[in-house]
Each structure stands twice: as structure tokens, then as C-alpha cells.
């Protein structure tokens, strides 16, 4: 059993910025990427960013130059650093934590959301 904890989120106006943090407490395996995704009003979750164990960041798109992700692996802790939050980023972001087991299984754990408002 995994269990994902955010925080961080809150209304902020266009340009500004916000911080979000995640932290995985549970049966944790060492193989695990931990990351951010986002669902707008309307739309399909979508990805915004990962980092793997190694500390490799990837990220969408439309959020590079603007977010950054990172962690404390030994503490089961990610981060996402979000600055000049445009309109169109506000929805629910949920903590993903993907990790494989000891019988190479791939699992995926969710956080419930924390919600982004950006206003104009």
C-alpha cells in the first residue's frame, strides 16, 4: 500500500507562481518515478512532468521554462516549482508515484489532487 500526500496548491493570479510537494509513505521500492499530472474542467489528466530515481526530470511541453520538478529520493519526496502560471494551467494536480515490485510488476499510485486556480 502506497499513499501520496500534496500540498501547495492555491489561487494565485496569471504570472505568478505556486509550489507543490508530494511525499509517498507506504511499501516504496527503489525502482520508482515519481511525478505531477493535471486535469483541466473538460479535459483528459495529462502529464506535466517526472523525475526518476536518478534525479532525471522530464517535462511536457507546455510547461518547459516555466516548471520544475525535482526530489529527495531517500525521502519519497517530489517537488514541482511552477512560475509564470498561465490561465489555461489551473485544474487538479495529482502526485503520481510509478514504481516496480519485486515481481517486476509496474504500479501506479495517486495522490486525491490538489487544486491550481490561476486568475486573470
Known amino acids: 500500500q502506497v499513499q501520496l500526500v500534496e500540498s501547495g496548491g492555491g489561487l494565485v493570479q496569471a504570472g505568478g507562481s505556486l509550489r507543490l510537494s508530494c511525499v509517498a509513505s507506504g511499501t516504496i521500492f527503489s525502482i520508482n518515478t515519481m511525478g505531477w499530472y493535471r486535469q483541466a474542467p473538460g479535459k483528459q489528466r495529462e502529464l506535466v512532468g517526472t523525475?526518476?530515481?536518478?534525479?532525471?526530470?522530464n517535462l511536457a511541453d507546455h510547461v518547459k521554462g516555466r516548471f520544475t520538478i525535482s526530489r529527495d529520493h531517500a525521502k519519497n519526496t517530489v517537488w514541482m516549482q511552477m512560475n509564470k502560471l498561465q490561465i489555461d494551467d489551473a485544474g487538479v494536480y495529482y502526485c503520481?508515484?510509478?514504481?516496480?515490485?519485486?515481481?517486476?510488476?509496474?504500479?501506479?499510485?495517486w495522490g486525491q489532487g490538489t487544486q491550481v486556480t490561476v486568475s486573470a
Open positions: 503520481n508515484l510509478r514504481q516496480v515490485d519485486a515481481a517486476w510488476r509496474e504500479n501506479d499510485y
Open positions: 523525475v526518476t530515481g536518478g534525479g532525471v526530470a
